[in-house]
T-cell receptor, first 113, second 107 residues
Framework: DTEVTQTPKHLVMGMTNKKSLKCEQH?????MYWYKQKAKKPPELMFV???????INESVPSRFSPECPNSSLLNLHLHALQPEDSALYLC????????????FGPGTRLTVL | GQSLEQPSEVTAVEGAIVQINCTYQ??????LSWYQQHDGGAPTFLSY????GLEETGRFSSFLSRSDSYGYLLLQELQMKDSASYFC????????FGKGTRLHILP
Protein backbone atom coordinates (compact mmCIF):
# COMPACT_ATOMS: atom_id res chain seq x y z
CA ASP A 1 0.00 0.00 0.00
CA THR A 2 1.73 3.18 -1.21
CA GLU A 3 -1.11 5.53 -0.52
CA VAL A 4 -1.80 8.39 1.84
CA THR A 5 -5.51 8.91 2.42
CA GLN A 6 -7.20 12.04 3.67
CA THR A 7 -10.73 12.72 4.83
CA PRO A 8 -12.86 14.58 4.14
CA LYS A 9 -12.17 15.57 0.52
CA HIS A 10 -14.09 18.81 0.93
CA LEU A 11 -15.06 20.74 4.04
CA VAL A 12 -17.08 23.91 4.47
CA MET A 13 -17.16 25.43 7.92
CA GLY A 14 -18.16 28.60 9.67
CA MET A 15 -15.78 30.66 11.75
CA THR A 16 -17.25 29.33 14.99
CA ASN A 17 -17.15 25.67 14.04
CA LYS A 18 -14.74 22.98 15.24
CA LYS A 19 -13.72 20.33 12.75
CA SER A 20 -10.92 17.86 12.19
CA LEU A 21 -8.98 16.70 9.15
CA LYS A 22 -7.69 13.16 9.12
CA CYS A 23 -4.75 11.53 7.38
CA GLU A 24 -3.67 7.90 7.30
CA GLN A 25 -0.76 5.97 5.81
CA HIS A 26 0.17 2.29 6.04
CA UNK A 27 3.63 2.42 4.48
CA UNK A 28 5.43 2.23 7.82
CA UNK A 29 6.64 5.78 7.41
CA UNK A 30 7.84 7.45 10.58
CA UNK A 31 7.45 11.08 9.53
CA MET A 32 4.20 12.84 8.68
CA TYR A 33 3.57 16.39 7.56
CA TRP A 34 0.81 18.93 7.19
CA TYR A 35 0.98 21.50 4.40
CA LYS A 36 -1.28 24.35 3.39
CA GLN A 37 -1.56 25.23 -0.30
CA LYS A 38 -3.33 28.23 -1.75
CA ALA A 39 -4.33 28.30 -5.44
CA LYS A 40 -1.38 28.65 -7.82
CA LYS A 41 1.06 28.73 -4.89
CA PRO A 42 3.54 26.16 -3.57
CA PRO A 43 2.78 24.01 -0.54
CA GLU A 44 3.71 25.67 2.75
CA LEU A 45 4.92 23.47 5.56
CA MET A 46 2.84 23.72 8.75
CA PHE A 47 3.81 20.83 11.02
CA VAL A 48 6.15 17.86 11.04
CA UNK A 49 5.79 14.77 13.21
CA UNK A 50 8.75 12.46 13.49
CA UNK A 51 8.30 9.20 15.37
CA UNK A 52 4.94 10.50 16.63
CA UNK A 53 6.48 13.59 18.20
CA UNK A 54 5.98 17.11 16.94
CA UNK A 55 9.35 18.20 15.62
CA ILE A 56 8.48 21.30 13.64
CA ASN A 57 5.73 23.90 14.05
CA GLU A 58 6.14 26.61 11.46
CA SER A 59 4.67 29.39 13.61
CA VAL A 60 1.19 28.25 12.75
CA PRO A 61 -1.68 30.03 14.58
CA SER A 62 -3.09 28.13 17.53
CA ARG A 63 -6.46 27.76 15.79
CA PHE A 64 -4.72 24.85 14.02
CA SER A 65 -3.88 22.01 16.37
CA PRO A 66 -2.13 18.86 15.13
CA GLU A 67 -2.33 15.46 16.73
CA CYS A 68 -0.54 12.19 15.97
CA PRO A 69 -2.41 9.38 17.78
CA ASN A 70 -0.10 6.71 16.35
CA SER A 71 2.47 6.19 13.63
CA SER A 72 -0.17 5.74 10.92
CA LEU A 73 -2.55 8.57 11.77
CA LEU A 74 -2.31 12.33 11.72
CA ASN A 75 -5.10 14.73 12.57
CA LEU A 76 -5.45 18.48 12.21
CA HIS A 77 -8.01 20.03 14.55
CA LEU A 78 -9.51 23.31 13.44
CA HIS A 79 -11.43 25.90 15.39
CA ALA A 80 -12.24 29.57 15.09
CA LEU A 81 -10.79 29.69 11.59
CA GLN A 82 -10.76 32.77 9.40
CA PRO A 83 -11.82 33.03 5.73
CA GLU A 84 -8.16 33.44 4.75
CA ASP A 85 -7.55 29.92 6.06
CA SER A 86 -9.48 28.57 3.10
CA ALA A 87 -7.02 26.41 1.15
CA LEU A 88 -6.05 22.88 0.19
CA TYR A 89 -4.61 21.06 3.20
CA LEU A 90 -2.18 18.34 2.23
CA CYS A 91 -0.87 15.54 4.36
CA UNK A 92 2.37 13.79 3.43
CA UNK A 93 4.56 11.08 4.83
CA UNK A 94 8.14 9.93 4.38
CA UNK A 95 10.18 7.01 5.56
CA UNK A 96 12.16 9.14 7.97
CA UNK A 97 11.99 12.81 8.86
CA UNK A 98 14.35 13.78 6.10
CA UNK A 99 11.87 15.10 3.52
CA UNK A 100 13.73 13.14 0.83
CA UNK A 101 10.76 11.47 -0.79
CA UNK A 102 7.38 12.52 0.44
CA UNK A 103 4.15 10.81 -0.47
CA PHE A 104 1.25 13.24 -0.54
CA GLY A 105 -2.40 12.56 0.09
CA PRO A 106 -5.06 14.02 -2.21
CA GLY A 107 -5.77 16.85 0.22
CA THR A 108 -8.80 18.36 1.88
CA ARG A 109 -10.27 21.40 0.19
CA LEU A 110 -11.31 23.67 3.06
CA THR A 111 -13.64 26.64 2.72
CA VAL A 112 -14.21 28.91 5.72
CA LEU A 113 -17.28 31.11 5.51
CA GLY B 1 16.65 35.20 3.31
CA GLN B 2 15.73 31.90 1.75
CA SER B 3 14.65 31.83 -1.87
CA LEU B 4 14.19 29.45 -4.77
CA GLU B 5 13.81 30.80 -8.27
CA GLN B 6 12.24 28.90 -11.15
CA PRO B 7 10.45 30.15 -14.27
CA SER B 8 6.75 30.69 -13.79
CA GLU B 9 5.79 29.13 -17.13
CA VAL B 10 7.40 27.06 -19.87
CA THR B 11 5.85 25.95 -23.17
CA ALA B 12 7.08 23.04 -25.26
CA VAL B 13 5.89 20.79 -28.06
CA GLU B 14 4.79 17.18 -27.65
CA GLY B 15 7.71 14.83 -28.24
CA ALA B 16 10.30 17.50 -27.52
CA ILE B 17 12.67 18.01 -24.58
CA VAL B 18 12.26 20.71 -21.95
CA GLN B 19 14.47 21.86 -19.10
CA ILE B 20 13.14 23.58 -15.98
CA ASN B 21 15.79 25.43 -14.00
CA CYS B 22 15.92 26.13 -10.29
CA THR B 23 18.37 28.36 -8.45
CA TYR B 24 18.36 28.55 -4.71
CA GLN B 25 19.67 30.68 -1.90
CA UNK B 26 19.20 29.02 1.46
CA UNK B 27 20.99 29.05 4.79
CA UNK B 28 21.58 25.31 4.65
CA UNK B 29 21.39 22.65 1.98
CA UNK B 30 21.02 18.90 2.10
CA UNK B 31 19.37 18.22 -1.23
CA LEU B 32 17.10 19.31 -4.06
CA SER B 33 13.81 17.59 -4.84
CA TRP B 34 11.37 17.90 -7.71
CA TYR B 35 7.61 17.38 -7.52
CA GLN B 36 4.92 17.30 -10.18
CA GLN B 37 1.41 18.53 -9.50
CA HIS B 38 -1.51 18.30 -11.89
CA ASP B 39 -4.42 20.71 -11.52
CA GLY B 40 -6.63 19.56 -8.68
CA GLY B 41 -4.16 16.87 -7.68
CA ALA B 42 -1.53 16.32 -5.03
CA PRO B 43 2.22 16.76 -5.52
CA THR B 44 4.00 13.63 -6.70
CA PHE B 45 7.67 13.04 -5.98
CA LEU B 46 9.89 12.89 -9.08
CA SER B 47 13.51 13.00 -7.94
CA TYR B 48 16.00 13.95 -5.26
CA UNK B 49 19.63 15.05 -5.69
CA UNK B 50 21.94 15.33 -2.71
CA UNK B 51 25.19 15.19 -4.67
CA UNK B 52 26.35 16.93 -7.83
CA GLY B 53 25.51 15.30 -11.10
CA LEU B 54 22.69 13.84 -13.11
CA GLU B 55 20.05 11.40 -11.87
CA GLU B 56 17.96 9.65 -14.51
CA THR B 57 14.58 8.03 -14.00
CA GLY B 58 12.91 7.07 -17.24
CA ARG B 59 11.98 10.14 -19.26
CA PHE B 60 12.86 12.46 -16.38
CA SER B 61 16.35 13.49 -15.29
CA SER B 62 17.47 15.87 -12.59
CA PHE B 63 20.77 17.66 -12.25
CA LEU B 64 22.45 19.43 -9.36
CA SER B 65 25.46 21.73 -9.07
CA ARG B 66 25.96 22.65 -5.43
CA SER B 67 28.77 25.09 -6.21
CA ASP B 68 26.40 27.04 -8.47
CA SER B 69 23.35 26.58 -6.19
CA TYR B 70 21.56 25.37 -9.29
CA GLY B 71 19.61 22.42 -10.50
CA TYR B 72 17.31 21.48 -13.33
CA LEU B 73 14.67 18.97 -14.27
CA LEU B 74 14.86 17.58 -17.79
CA LEU B 75 11.79 16.03 -19.35
CA GLN B 76 12.25 14.08 -22.57
CA GLU B 77 9.78 12.77 -25.14
CA LEU B 78 7.13 15.09 -23.78
CA GLN B 79 3.60 13.77 -23.58
CA MET B 80 0.39 15.73 -23.13
CA LYS B 81 0.00 14.20 -19.68
CA ASP B 82 3.19 15.99 -18.60
CA SER B 83 1.23 19.27 -18.60
CA ALA B 84 1.39 20.18 -14.92
CA SER B 85 3.16 22.39 -12.40
CA TYR B 86 6.66 21.41 -11.36
CA PHE B 87 8.13 22.47 -8.03
CA CYS B 88 11.73 22.36 -6.94
CA UNK B 89 12.24 22.06 -3.19
CA UNK B 90 15.32 22.48 -1.06
CA UNK B 91 15.89 20.50 2.08
CA UNK B 92 17.81 22.29 4.83
CA UNK B 93 16.52 22.10 8.39
CA UNK B 94 13.07 21.82 6.85
CA UNK B 95 11.79 21.93 3.29
CA UNK B 96 11.19 25.00 1.15
CA PHE B 97 9.30 24.83 -2.14
CA GLY B 98 9.87 27.06 -5.13
CA LYS B 99 6.89 28.90 -6.58
CA GLY B 100 6.43 26.32 -9.31
CA THR B 101 6.76 26.21 -13.09
CA ARG B 102 3.64 25.70 -15.12
CA LEU B 103 4.48 23.48 -18.12
CA HIS B 104 2.24 23.85 -21.18
CA ILE B 105 2.56 21.25 -23.92
CA LEU B 106 1.42 21.96 -27.45
CA PRO B 107 0.36 19.15 -29.78
Amino acid sequence: DTEVTQTPKHLVMGMTNKKSLKCEQHMGHRAMYWYKQKAKKPPELMFVYSYEKLSINESVPSRFSPECPNSSLLNLHLHALQPEDSALYLCASSQEGGYNEQFFGPGTRLTVL
Amino acid sequence: GQSLEQPSEVTAVEGAIVQINCTYQTSGFYGLSWYQQHDGGAPTFLSYNALDGLEETGRFSSFLSRSDSYGYLLLQELQMKDSASYFCAVKDDKIIFGKGTRLHILP
